[in-house]
């Protein structure tokens, strides 16, 4: 399974919390952020140390990691296995300090501080200011040209941080941002669960953004794994093996290598109707068919974290499939597909009844191409499911990289 260290992070900063410190943090925590940033470098070691004693404990009761802030030795003292510095801080510690941590992270405010970060032993960096923040008052933002940037160039996870809020994490994500960094509105929400599911919301859309379909037509076995490799660096978002003919060794011996390219670049991997294939294989989820099982037997089946999508030609049926517990839908045929002659059709109007029918992700599939994916612009879709759009291309990953921009334009 596809494992992020941050999807939505807390950054602590006692200034701004309007109620008592400690327990703004344990409503933090108890609203399951992927990880706490303790950063309070304005108390002295000994002051931190008592706090980061408290907030470790905290964070362990809940099962989210804390990661700590500029004070190495605290950290070191305290078994912490998770550090976060500023550059000059980073510059300064030793490789034998380094051993003591699983997560390293740096504060990093251009390329060239990315690159020296990942040097120096980063496992991930925050990149920013993002956006216009009180915290930066009079320093202009680096804006998202500046973290796409970073996030096309470096192979470390990015996370987008300054001025970021639920209404703006969708253009970090869509910039190649791995997760989002705040702090000023989590040290003052009332209700941080809220926060959280919102930004978890704008996450999981984002997954679905160009979900590129494999086709044998397209790609013989030895060249299909280059061949997605090239639709991940182009920026596909999701990739789905689709094997209908071929038997189970092959089809698990093609998932297992499509697990471990997807995953070492942070990108989805689903398996077409075969659940045990996509259990064995370590994907994480499958899209299966009206006819290929009920969402709640292959939830028995699989645990929460497993993705299930599920293909909805009706109203009914996609509200079936949500209220069973699918996790997004597949729409179409849109238009006339070349790998499926005999798709039937929606129109526009009923692919936007459908969406506007359940609150989860939908993603229109059926002959989309760059030419026609206009016309479905004003249906809210989370994405688009391409084919031969994609792995039809002559050079894959430019050809993707365009497609995700139109989709971005048209839908993000």
Known sequence: ????????????????????????????AAAKPEAIILREKDLT???????????????????????????????????AIAIHLPMAQLQKMTEEKKKHFEVIGASCHSLEEVKRAKALGCTYVTAGHVFETKCKEGVPPKGIPFLKEICEKMDIPVYALGGISADNAMQAYQAGAKGVCMMSEFMRAEHPEQLVGKVEAVEKRERYTLYAITNRQDASKETMYEQVKQAILGGATCIQLREKNVDAALFLEEAIALEKICHEAGVLLIINDNVDIAIKSGADGVHVGQDDGSVREIRKRTGEQFIIGVTAKTVDQAKQAYEEGADYLGVGACFASPTK?????????????????????????GGITKENMVRLKGVRLAGLALVSAVFGATDIAAETKELRHKIQQLFG
């Open 1 to 28: 399974m596809i494992i992020c260290m941050c999807k939505v992070v807390c950054v602590t900063n006692r200034q701004l919390c309007q109620n008592d410190f400690l327990k703004q943090i344990e409503k933090v």
């Open 45 to 79: 070691e000994e002051e931190y140390k008592k706090l980061a004693t408290e907030v470790l404990e905290i964070c362990s009761r809940y099962r989210v990691q804390c990661i700590l802030h500029y004070f190495v030795e605290v950290a070191v003292e305290l078994g």
């Open 341 to 365: 002659t005999d798709a039937k059709r929606i129109t526009v109007q009923q692919l936007r009844e459908i969406v506007d029918s359940v609150p989860i992700p939908v993603v229109a599939i």
